[in-house]
């Protein structure tokens, strides 16, 4: 029984040896037969005339522009003349949001003193002030400056797209329509 798992495993041992000496060598021959065909193309290469060939080419960055660098550079900033009011005291409410998010809810109207009249505004969040001629209202630095018996007139001043000064006039109706926008 002894000789018989020893025969076992030196045959197992052998056959191992032997497979492992036969993949050894058709890798070897692989390998060399994969040298000679590229030793072959090679020189086939060599062969082509020095017309047809590409030409060597080396990469100099020179003159080139840094691919990593941004191509859009960022430039002085202009800031709005408005902002710079801003900056120097913290903003109310009214000052938070766009004029244009404002609704007119009620106008104290005085015949014979129509400068001192006072209009209420509710903020989109339901809260309620007071306006009067020359509070700042809306982000872009807009001022009330009017109020009449039936809207208040906002003017904002601003940059537009072409870097000009411009004032735009905002209208608050008392009762506007759902149609219309308070911006003219």
């Known amino acids: 029984m002894r000789k018989l798992r020893a025969l076992t495993i030196f045959c197992s041992l052998f056959s191992a040896i032997c497979l492992f000496t036969f993949f050894c060598s ?17 020189q086939k290469l060599e062969k082509i005339p020095e017309w047809i060939r590409a030409p060597k080419y080396k990469y100099s960055p020179e003159g080139k522009p840094d691919p990593f ?19 120097k005291r913290a903003l109310t409410p009214l000052e938070k949001i766009e004029a244009t998010q404002l609704k007119l809810v009620g106008i104290i109207w005085y015949a014979d003193q129509p400068e ?35 809207q208040v007139l906002i ?25 219309e926008s308070n911006e003219q």
């Open 26 to 42: 058709v890798a070897l021959s692989e390998d060399s037969a994969k040298n000679a065909t590229e030793n072959n193309i090679l």
């Open 69 to 87: 660098v941004p191509f859009i550079q960022a430039g002085e900033q202009r800031e709005p003349l408005v902002q710079s009011e801003k900056k």
């Open 116 to 150: 001192n009249a006072l209009a209420m505004v509710e903020l989109p969040d339901g809260k309620g002030f007071i306006l009067k001629k020359g509070v700042l209202v809306g982000r872009s630095g807009g001022r009330v400056i009017k109020i009449l018996s039936d």
């Open 155 to 179: 003017q904002e001043e601003g940059i537009n797209i072409s870097g000009k000064l411009e004032k735009r006039n905002i209208v608050l109706k008392l009762h506007a329509n759902k149609d």
